[in-house]
């Protein structure tokens, strides 16, 4: 290349540069505007404007929650996409951040009463923080696990769930309200029902899935030998059940208890501790 042509072709990168640079500077003045009007409606139009000049994560992050805010929830949505699309992973901050997005993107499916978008997102939101510093997570899962259909998730919801996990590179995971009733490892009628759900999600599975491990906890009362026996038995009667309902599972299924050592939420109300009862499956490929 010639002297001359590499001049003119690092004076249009500059430009650019330039260019770009001034586009986030304009940007960041309209988003430290945004955060000082209450009206979420007006606060999303600013930040809108500043995302399309500047594609930044934090930016589209704030936009998406002034969407939530404003109840538009499929703007809050592609917001967080974009948002999750333009996150350098490398940036401090960065794992906080993807977290709040999986946090958001949950919120949002629970705002649309999607529980199996909504229980995969926030799984890998918690997964992804780990510190437990963004509070506000928890709350999130503990209004998704209150959400009336939490109760009974049909084979397609726990499928749907479990898919959407492995789409955003998270571990395939569900928590599941199979029922027993006081101090019986045998799950109740209506547990029996969700296992059965279960059952035929998991066989669904078979060419996607290497094994999958069924863990059963229990809540804080009772004694750490007994919850943990308590706890095993449940998870061996679910296992032996669905291998029974689905002989092809056979094998592929293995039963672990964990007693009262992993609660999903840390309170100590009576809701709290009906929640830390469940059944948890995990694939592991």
């Given at each position: 290349?010639?002297?001359?042509?590499?001049?003119?072709?690092?004076?249009?990168?500059?430009?650019?540069?330039?260019?770009?640079?001034?586009?986030?500077?304009?940007?960041?003045?309209?988003?430290?505007?945004?955060?000082?009007?209450?009206?979420?409606?007006?606060?999303?139009?600013?930040?809108?404007?500043?995302?399309?000049?500047?594609?930044?994560?934090?930016?589209?992050?704030?936009?998406?929650?002034?969407?939530?805010?404003?109840?538009?929830?499929?703007?809050?949505?592609?917001?967080?996409?974009?948002?999750?699309?333009?996150?350098?992973?490398?940036?401090?901050?960065?794992?906080?951040?993807?977290?709040?997005?999986?946090?958001?993107?949950?919120?949002?499916?629970?705002?649309?009463?999607?529980?199996?978008?909504?229980?995969?997102?926030?799984?890998?939101?918690?997964?992804?923080?780990?510190?437990?510093?963004?509070?506000?997570?928890?709350?999130?899962?503990?209004?998704?696990?209150?959400?009336?259909?939490?109760?009974?998730?049909?084979?397609?919801?726990?499928?749907?769930?479990?898919?959407?996990?492995?789409?955003?590179?998270?571990?395939?995971?569900?928590?599941?309200?199979?029922?027993?009733?006081?101090?019986?490892?045998?799950?109740?009628?209506?547990?029996?029902?969700?296992?059965?759900?279960?059952?035929?999600a998991l066989a669904g599975q078979t060419g996607a899935m290497g094994k999958a491990l069924i863990i059963g906890h229990t809540d804080r009362r009772g004694g750490d030998a007994y919850n943990d026996d308590l706890s095993r038995r449940?998870?061996?009667?679910?296992?032996?059940?669905?291998?029974?309902?689905?002989?092809?599972?056979?094998?592929?299924?293995?039963?672990?208890?964990?007693?009262?050592?992993?609660?999903?939420?840390?309170?100590?109300?009576?809701?709290?501790?009906?929640?830390?009862?469940?059944?948890?499956?995990?694939?592991?490929?």
């Amino acid at each position: 290349m010639s002297p001359i042509k590499l001049l003119l072709l690092l004076f249009c990168i500059g430009g650019t540069t330039w260019a770009l640079a001034g586009d986030c500077a304009r940007a960041a003045r309209l988003d430290e505007k945004a955060q000082a009007l209450a009206d979420p409606q007006a606060k999303a139009a600013l930040l809108a404007e500043a995302l399309a000049l500047c594609p930044d994560a934090n930016i589209g992050y704030r936009l998406a929650v002034a969407r939530l805010e404003a109840n538009d929830t499929q703007g809050a949505l592609a917001a967080l996409a974009q948002a999750r699309e333009s996150l350098d992973t490398s940036r401090p901050g960065a794992k906080r951040l993807l977290a709040a997005i999986e946090g958001r993107r949950s919120q949002a499916y629970l705002q649309q009463e999607d529980i199996p978008l909504a229980l995969a997102h926030i799984e890998a939101a918690i997964d992804t923080e780990g510190s437990g510093e963004l509070s506000w997570l928890w709350q999130v899962r503990k209004a998704v696990d209150l959400h009336p259909q939490r109760r009974q998730l049909a084979q397609g919801d726990i499928s749907r769930s479990l898919v959407a996990s492995r789409s955003i590179g998270a571990v395939q995971r569900i928590d599941l309200y199979i029922l027993f009733d006081t101090d019986q490892d045998r799950p109740n009628a209506e547990g029996m029902a969700q296992a059965r759900e279960l059952g035929k999600a998991l066989a669904g599975q078979t060419g996607a899935m290497g094994k999958a491990l069924i863990i059963g906890h229990t809540d804080r009362r009772g004694g750490d030998a007994y919850n943990d026996d308590l706890s095993r038995r449940r998870a061996e009667q679910v296992t032996a059940l669905i291998g029974q309902w689905h002989p092809e599972l056979q094998g592929k299924l293995k039963a672990k208890g964990k007693g009262e050592t992993q609660p999903r939420h840390p309170g100590d109300s009576d809701e709290d501790y009906r929640l830390n009862r469940r059944v948890e499956v995990q694939l592991i490929q």
